[in-house]
């Protein structure tokens, strides 16, 4: 562990967040290993296992329906019917259907939707009530046995410095489909449209054939199995506010060798809640006000020129031909200003943002000044390069508005990914705290390395 007083790091897999107590996070920005992009080297840990399970490893996933009565192994499945060869050292529990390996490579998109939910279980438990998540997450493509992603903050250009798996061989998917990894783990997080690994149907004939088989270790097996999903159907059921989804525009994509369809040029950046209500400072991430609306608005005016200065068409100050000169835009005139519902609390230090419980209908009150237009949902911010990272790593004007929209100073920031350190460098920058989790050391240390001497926005 490294701490400085403003930003701590754990060397160690963020499944166990037990550093942290509950509801002390103000907000969270993170990008988690892309499914199907590369193997980190990292050690490989242990996904939804049965407490207690002593654990019998294979590289295929057993029926467990089919299992003899003395307890030996049936047929399994086959590797292909879950998609992704499993020849990346990952296993299965014969005994209790846990995965053993790296977040990114799991054999099916739904098998890593689910581990990453794991992870957002522990995310819940931290965050505040009033906190918000910032989720980005790459997205790639079905391309049989040869393998490709769609680019993004873990991608890179060359491929021997990024080892792929074998394929992205999704069943269902046709090659050359995009798979919509970041959709369907927004709609997990949002309880809609969730498909466990195995379907309860599967598991549920695994069950029937168990019992007419008089074989109880595997009923058993297979009930605390079905115990475990509906669990996690419960935890999603009360899930997350997918709030708003946020287009990445990057100027300087990777480039793509594709001609039958555009070079991708965006990712997702994903805003979530756990509750209706919750922190969000528009005012600090406004954008600034247009050209073309200063041409157009209200001006104060004065300055220098004299009172006989008459401008000209290609003249700044010209507005109607009338005499202007040191025009400047006025902003209290011209900003666009919003009625307030019914119920909100606008009172000083409620930034305008967290409303009372039982509001009721919209009523005509005072306005709310709004110096700038509210951010939007295209940001258009280019990669960052870090000298001494490996890979690409997040541009710190990507960090930097989600930091100021989440958060106020003095509080605390997480990265359970934390990679090369960029969010806990911002969050330093802008004088919040920050705790990270990054189980590679490589990685560890080079964040602790650049995150020793950072100089505050004040």
């Not at 900003?335 to 119920?343: A, D, L, Q």
């Amino acid at each position: 562990m490294y701490s400085n007083g403003m930003v701590t790091i754990y060397n160690k897999s963020c499944l166990d967040m037990s550093d942290i107590p509950g509801e002390s996070i103000q907000t969270v920005v993170t990008s988690p290993p892309y499914w199907g992009l590369r193997d980190y080297g990292t050690e490989p840990l242990i996904w939804g296992e049965k407490e207690g399970c002593k654990h019998t490893w294979g590289d295929t996933l057993p029926r467990a329906g089919y299992r003899s009565s003395d307890g030996s192994p049936g047929p399994k499945q086959s590797k292909g019917s879950y998609g992704r060869d499993n020849d990346n050292g990952s296993q299965f529990c014969q005994l209790c259907g846990a995965w053993k390996g790296c977040l990114g490579l799991e054999p099916t998109p739904e098998l890593y939707v689910e581990n990453i939910l794991e992870i957002f279980r522990e995310v819940k438990r931290v965050l505040r009530d009033d906190g918000i998540v910032w989720l980005n997450l790459g997205d790639t493509y079905n391309s049989g046995r040869n393998g490709g992603w769609a680019g993004g903050k873990h991608g890179i250009s060359k491929p021997e410095n990024a080892p792929r798996q074998s394929g992205t061989n999704v069943p269902g998917l046709k090659p050359k489909d995009l798979i919509g990894i970041p959709w369907r783990f927004a709609f997990a997080l949002q309880g809609f449209a969730v498909v466990p690994f195995k379907s309860f149907s599967v598991w549920a004939e695994d069950l029937r054939l168990a019992r007419e088989n008089r074989d109880w270790e595997a009923v058993k097996i297979i009930e605390d199995k079905l115990r475990r999903m509906d669990l996690l159907s419960r935890f999603i059921s009360d899930g997350w506010y997918l709030r708003c989804d946020i287009i990445w525009s990057k100027p300087n994509p990777m480039p793509e060798s594709v001609r039958d369809r555009p070079t991708r040029a965006h990712e997702y950046i994903f805003l979530l809640s756990k509750s209706a209500r919750y922190y969000y400072d528009a005012d600090a991430i406004r954008d600034p006000v247009a050209e073309s609306t200063i041409g157009r608005g209200p001006v104060s005016f004065g300055g220098e020129k004299g009172r006989n200065y008459q401008p000209d068409k290609s003249d700044p100050n010209y507005r109607n031909g009338s005499e202007q000169w040191g025009r400047t835009f006025d902003y209290q005139a011209s900003c666009k200003k919003i009625k307030v519902p019914s119920g909100w609390d606008t009172a000083e230090g409620a930034y305008g943002t967290i409303h009372r419980d039982g509001r009721g209908e919209p009523e005509y009150q005072d306005y709310v000044e709004m110096p700038g237009r509210n951010k939007r949902t295209v940001w258009t911010i280019a990669t960052q390069p870090y000298p001494e990272a490996h890979f690409a790593t997040f541009p710190e004007a990507l960090i930097e508005p989600c930091i100021l929209a989440g958060s106020r100073s003095g509080d605390t920031v997480l990265d359970p990914f934390l990679g090369s350190g960029t969010t806990a460098w911002v969050a330093q920058r802008l004088g919040r705290r920050c705790i990270g989790y990054e189980l590679s050391a490589e990685y560890c240390e080079l964040a602790v390395k650049r995150n020793q001497q950072v100089g505050m926005v004040l």
